[in-house]
C-alpha cells in the first residue's frame, strides 16, 4: 500500500521558515522522482521542487533562492525548507512520487497546510 504522509506545515510569520517532510512507504523510494506542489486559493496547482535519489534537484524559478530540497534515501523522506516565507507562499503543499520508468501522474500525499501570516 502506497503512502506519501506530509508534516511540517503551519502558521508561520512572514520572514520566517519551515521545513516540510514527506514519509513515503510501499514503492521503491530510489525509482522515484519525488516532487513537492502547491496549491492556493483561487491559483493552479504549482510545481515547487523536486528531487531524484540520486541528488537531481529541480526548484520553481520564482522561489529557488529560498528554497532547499532534499531526501533522505535511508528514510524514505523528502525534505523541502523554505525560508523567508511569504504570505504569497500560503497554501497546501502536496507531496507527489512520480515513476521514472513508467508514465503517469504517480502518487500524492494528502497535503499540509502552510500559512504566512502576522
Known amino acids: 500500500q502506497v503512502r506519501l504522509v506530509e508534516s511540517g506545515g503551519g502558521l508561520v510569520q512572514p520572514g520566517g521558515s519551515l521545513r516540510l517532510s514527506c514519509a513515503a512507504s510501499?514503492?521503491?523510494?530510489?525509482?522515484?522522482?519525488m516532487s513537492w506542489y502547491r496549491k492556493a486559493p483561487g491559483k493552479e496547482r504549482e510545481l515547487v521542487a523536486s528531487v531524484t535519489s540520486t541528488g537531481i534537484t529541480n526548484y520553481a524559478t520564482s522561489m529557488k533562492e529560498r528554497l532547499t530540497i532534499s531526501s533522505d534515501n535511508s528514510k524514505n523522506t523528502m525534505y523541502l525548507q523554505i525560508d523567508s516565507l511569504e504570505p504569497e507562499d500560503t497554501a497546501v503543499y502536496y507531496c507527489?512520487?512520480?515513476?521514472?520508468?513508467?508514465?503517469?501522474?504517480?502518487?500524492w500525499g494528502q497535503g499540509t497546510q502552510v500559512t504566512v501570516s502576522s
Open positions: 507527489n512520487a512520480r515513476s521514472l520508468y513508467y508514465p503517469g501522474d504517480g502518487y
Open positions: 510501499g514503492f521503491i523510494f530510489s525509482n522515484y522522482r
